[in-house]
T-cell receptor
Framework: SQQGEEDPQALSIQEGENATMNCSYKTSINNLQWYRQNSGRGLVHLILIRSNEREKHSGRLRVTLDTSKKSSSLLITASRAADTASYFC???????????FGRGTSLIVHP | NAGVMQNPRHLVRRRGQEARLRCSPM?????VYWYRQLPEEGLKFMVYLQKENIIDESGMPKERFSAEFPKEGPSILRIQQVVRGDSAAYFC????????????FGPGTRLLVL
């Protein structure tokens, strides 16, 4: 079963709007990461948040982690057409530092 | 500093042939991970290697698939006697150590089995 499951599966917004994607996981984690994948490309690492952290920022990105609900969210503020991509969460749990990926959220930002 | 390199970027094979996928990690990285991505799916972990050692192959199919990371040269993911179900994108990632949680991904090899 997937350790990370993103929601929604697809999201379509206008440029300038905010985009929020959620990720739920099943077991206790060491850390959770968010990646972006443009069509036909490899994954680009966005943010890593550790289990003892609650929020992290990187530019227009904001990631939160709620370990009591076993969930994380990725917020992209003031979205741009170039943000169009698939976004994956990946959680590492137990003694493993190898992340388990969800199916991703497909984000389309219309200019 | 060049990123993770994979070649070929696209590979077409007929059923029964062998596929060899190569991955050169980032300079200074001695840990390599292989993942497979089916259409509309996330990445599935296959194998984790350090130089000359397989550390975790829990995601590798039991048959036809093998991986190596020799002392010199790239890591190789080898698929023997390919079947149509092997068609997927195969991604390699590297890290300087396993405790460096961030993995740096290559552009992937897209394998198509006819």
């Amino acid at each position: 079963s997937q350790q990370g499951e993103e929601d929604p599966q697809a999201l379509s917004i206008q440029e300038g709007e905010n985009a929020t994607m959620n990720c739920s996981y099943k077991t206790s984690i060491n850390n959770l990461q968010w990646y972006r994948q443009n069509s036909g490309r490899g994954l680009v690492h966005l943010i890593l948040i550790r289990s003892n952290e609650r929020e992290k920022h990187s530019g227009r990105l904001r990631v939160t982690l709620d370990t009591s609900k076993k969930s994380s969210s990725l917020l992209i503020t003031a979205s741009r057409a170039a943000d169009t991509a698939s976004y994956f969460c990946a959680a590492a749990s137990g003694g493993s530092y190898i992340p388990t990926f969800g199916r991703g959220t497909s984000l389309i930002v219309h200019p | 500093n060049a990123g993770v390199m994979q070649n070929p970027r696209h590979l077409v094979r007929r059923r029964g042939q062998e596929a060899r996928l190569r991955c050169s990690p980032m300079k200074g990285h001695s840990h390599v991970y292989w993942y497979r991505q089916l259409p509309e799916e996330g990445l599935k972990f296959m194998v984790y290697l350090q130089k000359e050692n397989i550390i975790d192959e829990s995601g590798m199919p039991k048959e036809r698939f093998s991986a190596e990371f020799p002392k010199e040269g790239p890591s190789i993911l080898r698929i023997q006697q390919v079947v149509r179900g092997d068609s997927a994108a195969y991604f390699c990632a590297s890290s300087p150590s396993v405790r460096e949680e961030t993995q740096y991904f290559g552009p992937g090899t897209r394998l198509l089995v006819l």
